[in-house]
Nanobody, 114 residues
């Protein structure tokens, strides 16, 4: 069993930055990859960024160059550093991990005011 707890969301002005955290607990040692998804009001959930067990990363085109995903293995925590935020980034952000099955966090809200 795996538990994921996100934090770091909030209200930020356009052009600002936020860092999201996802603390993982439980049986995560053999995970395949972790990721951040987001879901804006009225839209489908979309993949924002992912990081493999080996540390390889990939990003949605809409966030390339602005967002950075990382993982602190010692703390079993994943991060999403978000910069140059715009109203298009307003969404609920979810942490995800794939082990032998997938798990989701409860989400953290990010609101970017223009």
């Amino acid at each position: 069993q795996v538990q994921l707890v996100e934090s770091g969301g909030g209200l930020v002005q356009a052009g600002g930055s936020l860092r999201l955290s996802c603390a993982a607990s439980g049986s995560t040692f053999d995970f395949n990859f972790m990721a951040w998804y987001r879901q804006a009001p009225g839209k489908q959930r979309e993949l924002v960024a992912r990081i493999s067990r080996g540390g390889s990363t990939s990003y949605a085109d809409s966030v390339k160059g602005r967002f950075t995903i990382s993982r602190d293995n010692a703390k079993n925590t994943m991060y999403l550093q978000m910069t140059s935020l715009s109203s298009e980034d307003t969404a609920d952000y979810y942490c995800y991990i794939l082990t032998w099955r997938d798990y989701w966090g409860q989400g953290t809200q990010v609101t970017v005011s223009s």
